[in-house]
């Protein structure tokens, strides 16, 4: 079963949107957003807060318990996930898992002691992603997208893997909000090199991207934001055109 998965960017408690990670305008509440997403059979949610990690507040878990209680689906939180009380809080605000980025790049036993605690289920980690043309290779980005880690992604993944995690969300800077569809020559490594789940995100510009994405690899979601915000693509519309291509 492929899971289709809308993303809320949020700052300040709004929902937002930027390209390649830049540029990013504020759209609205993201309750409101959230709610049209459950009821348009949406089969997860991803809510990521873009400045906690640079700005160190702390987690709005006011806007994740008003998001949960707007939705009847399973909820992913991130953005600035950076120790065990912040996960325990996002869960208890109901959460049903979290993706921890830039505190996991930084201190990797930090996913060993989240898995431990809380169980590789609630435990997502989110990769974002690109591709280095002086280096010949795809490496880590931590804050926001903001800083290059001298990690290659690949290794990455495999490391998160085998520290336990239970997924992996994928971002791809290179593609994000571009309309450019996903990053498939990665993903397709990515998923030759793990086998726990990956949600594929950036880059999705209409329903063909995701028929793609499904039938050119073995991902179990993909996720968008920008085409579902911007009424160009409605869940109900996707999951129709993915049953007629024969993608369950």
């Not at 990053?183 to 990956?198: G, H, W």
Request: net charge negative.
């Amino acid at each position: 079963m492929k899971k289709i998965i809308p993303c809320l960017d949020t700052r300040d408690g709004k929902l937002v949107k930027g390209v390649h990670f830049v540029d990013v305008k504020e759209l609205g509440d993201p309750v409101d957003f959230a709610k049209k997403y459950s009821d348009a059979g949406a089969d997860e949610l991803v809510i990521l807060d873009i400045t906690k990690t640079t700005d160190g507040h702390q987690l709005r878990t006011q806007m994740i318990a008003d998001v949960a209680n707007a939705i009847d689906i399973p909820l992913t939180v991130g953005g600035g996930i950076a120790s065990v009380q912040d996960i325990q809080d996002a869960l208890d605000a109901g959460a049903s898992k979290v993706g921890i980025n830039s505190a996991a790049v930084k201190n990797p036993d930090f996913i060993n002691e989240a898995v431990a605690k809380f169980g590789s289920d609630a435990v997502t980690i989110a990769v974002d992603m690109a591709y280095d043309e002086a280096k010949g290779d795809y490496f880590v980005y931590t804050n926001a997208g903001q800083t290059q880690i001298d990690i290659k992604a690949l290794e990455w993944c495999k490391e998160c893997e085998e520290r336990g995690a239970g997924a992996l969300l994928i971002t791809s800077i290179d593609t994000d909000g571009a309309y450019t569809g996903f990053d498939i020559p990665f993903l397709k490594l990515a998923s030759e090199t793990v086998s726990i789940p990956i949600i594929a995100s950036g880059g999705a510009s209409g329903i063909q991207d995701f028929i793609d994405l499904f039938q050119q690899t073995n991902l179990e979601a993909g996720l968008a934001a920008s085409i579902f915000h911007k009424g160009e693509v409605a869940i109900e519309d996707l999951k129709a055109a993915l049953i007629a291509e024969g993608i369950d």
